[in-house]
């Protein structure tokens, strides 16, 4: 069963515009963390943001937002401003226990327009 | 921050050829490191779980004697695709654990391989 899953193969945003990512998770597990990456054209990976599964608030990291609904099992990543180096593949990725490995969704690629 | 390098970062073969990729944690000792596969547009896919000492846990459908993965060392892990095959052709991408702060996970730079 899938774990993760990203419902937008894409998504265009105009330059300086907030855009959300949606993402919605399976688990049973009351213990798990939440991660987004971006995925340039280079293909590095690059962490983004982390929600843990206790957390109160919802995690923030400059440009960066996570809308966490643990009720919902939803945890989408808004990106404020958008800048054309925003451009790139956006994964939602889970771990559930400690010690598992990450799990990602299938991405949404984002392109931002001038 | 943690880094994780891979060596190297693109690699053509012929087929039948065997291909040796590099995963190291620079600054750090992974007792854990993880290899994905990238088909191009599409997710990462686990493929293995390595831990230094031991023997890989490979996921289910991932053939263990075509992708083998040796984890010497704590700073050290490497994937060797053996008798590769165009189908083989894809981003080869190294995670190393590090089970302090939020992280967890550092990736490495990930390595193209075509099978020509």
């Known amino acids: 069963a899938q774990k993760i899953t990203q419902t937008q193969p894409g998504m265009f945003v105009q330059e300086k515009e907030a855009v959300t990512l949606d993402c919605t998770y399976d688990?049973?597990?009351?213990?798990?963390?939440l991660f987004w990456y971006k995925q340039p054209s280079s293909g590095e990976m690059i962490f983004l943001i982390y929600?843990?599964?206790?957390?109160?608030q919802n995690a923030t990291e400059g440009r960066y937002s996570l809308n966490f609904q643990k009720a919902r099992k939803s945890a989408n990543l808004v990106i404020s401003a958008s800048q054309l180096g925003d451009s790139a593949m956006y994964f939602c990725?889970?771990?559930?226990?400690?010690?598992?490995?990450?799990?990602f969704g299938k991405g949404t690629r984002l392109s931002v327009i001038a | 921050g943690a880094v994780v390098s891979q060596h190297p970062s693109w690699v053509i073969c012929k087929s039948g050829t065997s291909v040796k990729i590099e995963c190291r944690s620079l600054?750090?000792?992974?007792?854990?490191m993880f290899w994905y596969r990238q088909f191009p547009k599409q997710s990462l896919m686990l493929m293995a779980t390595?831990?230094?000492?031991?023997?890989?846990?490979?996921e289910q459908g991932v053939e263990k004697d075509k992708f083998l993965i040796n984890h010497a060392s704590l700073t050290l892990s490497t994937l060797t695709v053996t008798s590769a095959h165009p189908e083989d052709s894809s981003f080869y991408i190294c995670?190393?654990?590090?089970?302090?702060?939020?992280?967890?996970?550092?990736f490495g730079p990930g390595t193209r391989l075509t099978v020509t």
């Open positions: 995670s190393a654990r590090l089970l302090a702060g939020v992280v967890e996970q550092y």
């Open positions: 688990t049973s597990d009351p213990s798990y963390g």
């Open positions: 929600q843990g599964s206790y957390d109160q």
């Open positions: 990725a889970m771990r559930e226990a400690r010690n598992t490995p990450l799990v």
């Open positions: 600054d750090f000792q992974a007792t854990t």
């Open positions: 390595s831990n230094e000492g031991s023997k890989a846990t490979y």
